[in-house]
């Protein structure tokens, strides 16, 4: 059957507005490039997404305006099974031909596994996960169970890291899989100039600005950077780090650090949730984006970088050197504060900028939403 043969239908089953953070982004911005490829899509996002006491950060939810161009709504209670088959008996009514799932955390498995079990049943409809991780960052027991609960249920996987396409072997042996770039997120306005920027945060232009941007968790390594900038080459440079997000764990060891290394007058924190509208300042204003990770699958800040053509800096893990070419668009280092330090080094003595925020524009060229809803299509057609 030709693509173009047959309008589609689809339903994204996963977080939106007012719910906050990286993957209720993509959803919003997957959802509008599928309804620009032609396919009629929607978002059936959760009423209850975590209870409160496995949330850490401060909250779940937006205070902004939500989107006004994709259709969003809010319905599913992810620890209510009686919630998760009124929810399957609207899809199934609904009959789309296939829903997307959002994988991100094993609890999530017995809720989104169920709704694609009873939304397939007696249907033609068939079920795609993205899998943005499969083993998660941080290990707890039942992991595994519900994770194989879930895939069980799905007809085809896309992963967005190579790596998360490989750990998908230890759960299903289908072929029906992909690997899709994670890609670009568009959402948070035009680029500004660097110097309009430093002037809304109030940042001093003769600085030098590294940004650590996100939530702050102990894979995401924020202490090797910190670490990483006591080192006498960066104190000559006059090298400046911005900690931009909200802390979901204990600031105390972070802070003691910052005090062992006498780095108060170094070290910018603006460590809380970061709106969208105020996202371009932070990524405009840095020279270099450090993300000094542990562990990763995919990342979406390198995406948000790649928007804003800003060089990078990613540690040899999961997907990240998959994204981010080395010595092309930034460094790829390992996951030491020498080897971090050195590359911070390395790109301000060596007056690197303009070179890898010239690489980025021809490199972002990878990364298009419309790639990423072609192949989303040709999976669901290899499903048929």
């Avoid at 899509?41 to 989107?67: A, C, E, R, V």
Wanted: charge should be positive; include cysteine.
């Amino acid at each position: 059957m030709n693509m173009s043969e047959k309008k589609l239908k689809s339903i994204i089953i996963g977080p939106a507005f007012p719910l906050r953070g990286g993957i209720s982004n993509f959803n919003e911005a997957l959802c509008r490039a599928m309804n620009q490829s032609g396919i009629e899509t929607k978002i059936i996002s959760f009423s209850l997404q975590y209870p409160s006491f496995l949330f850490p950060g401060k909250t779940q939810y937006d205070n902004g305006i939500g989107p006004k161009d994709i259709t969003i709504e809010t319905k599913i209670n992810s620890i209510n099974p009686f919630n998760w088959i009124n929810v399957a008996k609207q899809i199934k009514n609904e009959k789309p031909d296939f829903i997307v799932l959002r994988y991100w955390l094993p609890f999530m498995g017995p809720c989104l596994g169920t709704i694609a079990k009873l939304s397939k049943k007696n249907s033609t409809i068939k079920a795609i996960a993205i899998t943005d991780n499969v083993i998660p960052h941080e290990k707890r027991i039942g992991d595994s169970a519900f994770t194989n609960y879930f895939i069980k249920q799905c007809d085809g996987f896309i992963a967005m890291s190579k790596s998360v396409l490989d750990d998908l072997s230890s759960f299903t042996k289908t072929s029906q899989k992909l690997f899709l770039p994670h890609p670009i997120y568009n959402i948070f306005g035009e680029k500004v100039s660097k110097k309009d920027a430093l002037n809304s945060l109030h940042l001093n232009a003769n600085d030098k600005h590294v940004l650590f941007f996100g939530f702050i968790r102990k894979y995401k390594g924020l202490d090797l950077l910190i670490e990483a900038m006591a080192d006498k080459r960066l104190q000559d440079l006059n090298v400046k780090l911005i900690i931009a997000g909200e802390y979901y764990e204990d600031a105390t060891p972070y802070n003691q650090l910052i005090e062992k290394h006498h780095l108060q007058n170094r070290i910018i924190l603006k460590t809380e949730y970061i709106a969208s509208e105020d996202v371009k300042n932070y990524f405009c204003a840095a020279d270099i984006i450090a993300q000094p990770y542990r562990t990763a699958t995919q990342s979406g800040v390198t995406q948000i970088a790649y928007h804003f053509e800003k060089p990078m800096l990613v540690t040899h893990v999961g997907g990240l050197p998959e994204i981010v070419p080395h010595k092309k668009v930034g460094y790829v280092t390992e996951v030491n504060v020498l080897s971090i330090a050195d590359a911070i080094a390395d790109f301000y003595l060596h007056h690197k900028e303009a070179e890898f925020t010239q690489n980025t524009i021809e490199e972002k060229k990878r990364f298009e939403w419309s790639s990423f809803v072609d192949g989303l299509k040709k999976l669901y057609f290899q499903l048929k």
